[in-house]
């Protein structure tokens, strides 16, 4: 079942939201201040967090920022107060996948879960292993025959998108779209120089990063 991080200081809120998410067959646990929750999302694989945007030692988007800047795409749902209508949009700019603003049912936080866990790029067991390799998305963390590898945010999101389409080509393009974003200016073979970077980085013993002529690259199974 999935596991989910309640990241909330109001300790009424956390015990009632997790209640009824048990009870919905999550496996919940909580976080009541910012620091707490960006370790426990380093130290455990969560498949979604909900995260309150006023917490005791930083703001709730200050804990995304960070999140997304390690590269992690754990789907996160903001929880935002009434009277912070900008908020909301400043946490979809942020990367946001969903929020919700106070007070709302539990049911709807649940119905919210369900949708999201339901994407397709939402796997609720987020780690995938391909021969040695094994990474885990929620954690950003990568290993090959158990020994971790040190990974760059850039070499760790272009991993990871090359992972979740193993056996598919990736063009250039895309990739290099997705590892440095359509608007910094790169040239044009830089991909090429992570995709060498992260092919050592993987060893002998992880799986091959095969280069197709002219169509782009594919991690082979
Ligand atoms: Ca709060």
Same mark, same amino acid.
């Given at each position: 079942?999935?596991? !989910?991080?309640?990241? &909330? ?15 919905? =067959? ?8 910012? *620091? ?12 979604? /967090? ?5 917490? @005791?030692?930083?703001? =709730? ?9 390690? =590269? ?30 106070? @007070?709302?049912?539990?049911? *709807? ?12 790029? /939402?796997? @609720?067991? @987020? /780690? !995938?292993?391909i ?9 950003? /963390?990568?290993?090959?025959?158990? &020994?971790?590898? +040190?990974?760059?945010?850039? +070499?760790?999101?272009l991993l990871e998108r090359l992972v979740v389409r193993v056996g598919k080509v990736v063009s250039k393009e895309r990739l290099s779209a997705e590892v ?11 991909i090429e120089?992570?995709i060498?970077?992260l092919r ?7 799986p091959p990063i095969r280069t197709m002529r002219g169509l782009g690259y594919v991690m082979a199974e």
């Amino acid at each position: 079942m999935a596991r !989910i991080l309640l990241v &909330e200081d109001d300790v009424a809120l956390a015990r009632g939201l997790s209640a009824a998410l048990k009870a919905g =067959g999550y496996t919940v646990d909580v976080a009541a201040d910012g *620091e707490s929750a960006l370790q426990m999302m380093a130290d455990e694989p969560y498949a979604l /967090v909900t995260l309150d945007v006023g917490l @005791p030692d930083m703001s =709730g988007f200050d804990v995304l920022k960070r999140l997304r800047s390690r =590269g992690c795409r754990v789907p996160v749902i903001m929880l935002t107060a009434r009277d912070q209508l900008l908020d909301r949009v400043t946490g979809l700019d942020l990367g946001a996948d969903d929020y919700l603003v106070k @007070p709302f049912e539990p049911e *709807e936080l649940a119905a919210r879960l369900r949708a999201l866990l339901r994407r397709p790029n /939402v796997d @609720p067991s @987020p /780690v !995938i292993t391909i021969g040695k390799l094994e990474v885990d998305r929620s954690r950003c /963390v990568a290993s090959v025959d158990g &020994e971790p590898i +040190e990974l760059r945010r850039r +070499e760790w999101v272009l991993l990871e998108r090359l992972v979740v389409r193993v056996g598919k080509v990736v063009s250039k393009e895309r990739l290099s779209a997705e590892v440095f974003g359509y608007d910094d200016m790169v040239a044009p073979n830089a991909i090429e120089v992570y995709i060498a970077r992260l092919r050592r980085k993987l060893g002998p013993d992880g799986p091959p990063i095969r280069t197709m002529r002219g169509l782009g690259y594919v991690m082979a199974e």
